[in-house]
Structure formats: C-alpha cells, structure tokens
C-alpha cells in the first residue's frame, strides 16, 4: 500500500486524500521505528552514565585513598510500569508522552559509605558538562512520612548518534548502606503484606529508619575523628627535628 502510494505521488496522480493517508503511513512508521530503538537508547544512556561513575570512583580512589561508592545497580523499567505511571499521572500511552513525563525508565543506584559522600557526587555532576541535572528530590534532607531516604535525581546524558547528539534521562539514586538495607527490607516487607502493612510495622519501620540514620550520623562521627586522630599523627611525624 505504502508502494502505491508513492508511485501515485512520482507519477502525479494523487489526491488529497491519498496525501494525508501517506503523511499518516509515513507518520505511524516513524513512531513505530522510534518506539523500536527506545529501549536501546535508554541502555546505551545507562552503559554511559555507567563509564562515568566507574572513571569518577577510580580517581576519587587515586585521590583519596578509598572510593566513596560501594556498589551500583541499574534497570529498565517495564513496559507495564511506565504504561501504569502514565496512567497515575493522567496522560494517554504516547510517545512523546513517555519521553515527557517519565523520567526514570532508565535508572541507576549508587551506594555510598557516607551521607557527605552522597552530596560531594551531587556537587560533582553539577559542574561536569556531560551531564545535566534536571531535578533534585532530596529525600534525606527531609524523608518521606514512613522514614525512606534517598537523594534522588533525574539527570540527562548524551549520545553521540548518526542523527546527532541526543540526551537521554535516567533516574540516579543515591543512598547511605544503611538506608539501601532498610529500603531493601521494606521493599520486601510490602512485598509479602501485598503492601497491606499492619499500623504496628509501619511504625516499626519508622523507628529502623531512624536507626539507620542516627547509626549513619555515628560512623560519620567516627570516621571524621579517626581522620582528626591520623592528621594530628602525620603533624607530629613532620615536626622539624631541633639538635642541640
């Protein structure tokens, strides 16, 4: 059909009609192709941001003696999550609609030893040009009623293509080990109650959140004194040495 079409337009026999049923074709085998190669462009997007945070991890290694990232994990959202949130959100399944409006159908999860660690990235990503914050959710500054915590944020990174550059989004979020155990354990917790949870592990959960934080505000605390301690250690083993 799309043949007859376009032998009818070369040899000038075309209607209006047979024009805007061509422009429609034309218009449905785009989107369908664009719809084909999304979840390429969302994978390479993570591949990307992924060579980026191991390059970081390694010189923040070199620098510092000790990398502030423990572990990454990434995903790709499911076709019938991202048709449920747009639902939630009130739009039709389109594309453009998916490209606008969600933001996390490639996402990444950095883990790190130490809540300054978290901002010290955060910072860092600011003032890269690869990468380009779009949004800041900061759930540890201030946490969600059931005590989740998390830095969450939406940044976009390019992809050099034959067509040219195209930034994609990926959802990046950051958490202490102490606040992904405690978001791990609740995942599960909601998971076997079918997220029908009694009040009295709700308010469980609560008190382990707050746990998990006053135990991150310690180890920072200890490790901030250690660092004070083998400061002042290296000062005495400098000290000039005066002969009599």
Same mark, same amino acid.
């Given at each position: 059909?799309? !043949?007859?079409?376009?032998?009818?337009?070369?040899?000038?026999?075309?209607?209006?009609?047979?024009?805007?049923?061509? #422009?429609? !074709?034309?218009? +449905? +085998?785009?989107?369908?192709?664009? *719809?084909?190669?999304?979840?390429? =462009?969302?994978?390479?997007?993570?591949?990307?941001?992924?060579?980026?945070?191991? +390059? $970081?991890?390694?010189?923040?290694?070199?620098? #510092?003696?000790?990398?502030?990232?423990?572990?990454?994990?990434?995903?790709?959202?499911?076709?019938?999550?991202?048709?449920?949130?747009?639902?939630?959100?009130?739009?039709?399944?389109?594309? #453009?609609?998916?490209?606008?409006?969600?933001?996390?159908?490639?996402?990444?999860?950095?883990?790190?030893?130490?809540?300054?660690?978290?901002? /010290? +990235?955060? #910072?860092?990503?600011?003032?890269?040009?690869?990468?380009?914050?779009?949004?800041?959710?900061?759930?540890?500054?201030?946490?969600?009623?059931?005590?989740?915590?998390?830095?969450?944020? $939406?940044?976009? %990174?390019? =992809? $050099?293509?034959?067509?040219?550059? /195209? *930034?994609?989004?990926? !959802?990046?979020?950051?958490?202490?080990?102490?606040?992904?155990? *405690?978001?791990?354990?609740?995942?599960? $917790?909601?998971?076997?109650?079918?997220? /029908?949870?009694?009040?009295?592990? %709700?308010?469980?959960?609560?008190?382990?959140? !707050?746990?998990?934080?006053?135990?991150?505000?310690?180890?920072?605390?200890?490790?901030?004194?250690?660092?004070?301690?083998?400061?002042?250690?290296?000062?005495?083993?400098?000290?000039?040495?005066?002969?009599?």
């Amino acid at each position: 059909m799309k !043949e007859e079409s376009n032998h009818q337009l070369v040899t000038g026999s075309v209607s209006l009609k047979d024009l805007q049923k061509l #422009d429609i !074709e034309n218009n +449905l +085998l785009n989107q369908f192709n664009e *719809w084909k190669k999304l979840p390429m =462009l969302y994978q390479l997007a993570l591949e990307e941001l992924q060579n980026k945070i191991k +390059l $970081i991890k390694t010189e923040l290694k070199l620098q #510092d003696g000790y990398s502030p990232i423990e572990h990454i994990k990434v995903r790709i959202k499911e076709p019938k999550s991202i048709i449920n949130k747009l639902e939630r959100k009130g739009f039709d399944f389109t594309l #453009d609609n998916v490209l606008t409006h969600i933001h996390d159908i490639a996402g990444m999860r950095i883990v790190c030893a130490f809540v300054q660690d978290i901002y /010290r +990235l955060l #910072d860092h990503f600011a003032h890269r040009d690869d990468i380009r914050i779009i949004e800041i959710k900061d759930y540890i500054a201030k946490p969600k009623p059931n005590g989740y915590q998390s830095l969450h944020v $939406i940044v976009a %990174v390019p =992809l $050099i293509l034959f067509e040219g550059t /195209r *930034w994609m989004k990926v !959802e990046i979020q950051m958490r202490t080990l102490a606040m992904d155990f *405690w978001a791990s354990m609740e995942h599960i $917790i909601y998971y076997k109650y079918d997220k /029908r949870v009694p009040n009295h592990v %709700v308010g469980e959960l609560k008190e382990a959140a !707050e746990a998990a934080d006053k135990l991150d505000h310690q180890m920072l605390r200890l490790r901030e004194e250690i660092l004070a301690q083998a400061g002042e250690y290296v000062a005495e083993e400098l000290q000039p040495i005066h002969e009599d």
